[in-house]
């Protein structure tokens, strides 16, 4: 268990809905980050967020957004889905917000999303 | 535009063999992450390799780092089923926009009897 919470598992929505994921780092981490891995893109980053800023932007849809709360949990926001949404999408956290000490990634179980 | 490749992307090894798999990057990096992925779960921390030449072994895992030649290698000793999964390099990217970790595609490993 890597200490990093992610929420649903799983969800089963239909093309044009929203849908918000929802990730709690680890305790003390104060860096979240957002990927999303799919079959033939395999993992593509989305966007870090560090102590409620964000820090790093990656290859995020513009219906896609997402925010860090002050008690540093962090959401992810997908609207108007379509199928090639389709994807698990994975919660990351680090301590730090630029190289640390080892830069490692804690990742979470991740949300499989299933848009039909 | 940090760039990070592996190969191969698919391996199928018998139990009790060696092989190794290789992870190349574009740019200037010291820092490279192995994670293991079990189908449909997460990714789970293998090994940090902090500096040029560090090399570290988890059982049969070794895992070392050239950065002059920008280049890691995982190298799997007589393999067993239990190491079914797939196996991704990640390097630290000091700048840019692409986030602090550039992943491989990673290698699909399947050990079989």
């Known amino acids: 268990d890597s200490g990093v919470t992610q929420t649903p598992k799983h969800l089963i929505t239909a093309t044009g809905q929203r849908v918000t994921l929802r990730c709690s780092p680890r305790?003390?981490?104060?860096?979240v980050y957002w990927y999303q891995q799919s079959l033939d893109q395999g993992l593509q980053f989305l966007i870090q967020?560090?102590?409620?800023?964000?820090?790093a932007k990656g290859n995020i849809l513009e219906r896609f957004s997402a925010q860090q709360f002050p008690d540093l949990h962090s959401e992810l926001n997908l609207s108007s889905l379509e199928l090639g949404d389709s994807a698990l999408y994975f919660c990351a956290s680090s301590a730090l917000d630029s190289p640390t000490l080892t830069g490692e990634l804690f990742f979470g179980e991740g949300s499989r999303l299933t848009v039909l | 535009e940090l760039k990070v490749e592996q190969n191969p992307l698919f391996l199928s090894m018998q139990e009790g063999k060696n092989y190794t798999i290789y992870c190349n990057y574009s740019?200037?990096?010291?820092?490279l992450y192995w994670y293991r992925q079990d189908p449909g779960k997460s990714l789970e921390s293998l090994f940090v390799?902090?500096?040029?030449?560090a090399v570290k072994q988890e059982g049969r895992l070794m895992a070392s780092l050239d950065t002059k030649a920008r280049l890691s290698t995982l190298h799997i000793t007589a393999a067993v089923h239990d190491l079914s999964a797939t196996y991704f390099c990640?390097?630290?990217?000091?700048?840019?926009?692409?986030?602090?970790?550039?992943f491989g595609k990673g290698t699909k490993l399947s050990v079989k009897p």
């Open positions: 740019t200037t990096s010291d820092r």
């Open positions: 305790s003390g981490d104060l860096s």
């Open positions: 967020y560090y102590n409620g800023e964000e820090r």
């Open positions: 390799l902090l500096s040029n030449g």
């Open positions: 990640a390097v630290l990217n000091y700048g840019g926009s692409q986030g602090n970790l550039i």
